[in-house]
């Protein structure tokens, strides 16, 4: 299965994931931006976003 992941480090905190695609990213509870645990991901939504994001800092992951 593959899950999106955020490199916070590289994030810019542009809040582009969290507009397009809100089901899947977050802010959470200490202010970074986070992925949802799900069962499945949206794949298209997630690569939309992946695409958009200013510094590439989500990736796919295998699991
Ligand atoms: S789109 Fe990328 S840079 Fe913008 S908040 Fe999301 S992870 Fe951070």
């Given at each position: 299965?593959?899950?999106?992941?955020?490199?916070?480090?590289?994030?810019?905190?542009?809040?582009?994931?969290l507009?397009?695609?809100?089901?899947?990213?977050r802010r959470n509870?200490?202010g970074?931006i986070d992925?949802?645990?799900?069962?499945?991901?949206?794949?298209?939504?997630?690569?939309?976003?992946?695409?958009?994001?200013?510094?590439?800092?989500?990736?796919?992951?295998?699991?």
């Amino acid at each position: 299965m593959r899950v999106p992941v955020v490199d916070i480090s590289e994030c810019v905190d542009c809040e582009g994931c969290l507009e397009l695609c809100p089901t899947v990213f977050r802010r959470n509870e200490v202010g970074y931006i986070d992925v949802i645990s799900l069962s499945e991901y949206p794949e298209a939504t997630v690569q939309e976003v992946i695409n958009v994001c200013p510094t590439d800092c989500i990736a796919w992951e295998e699991i």
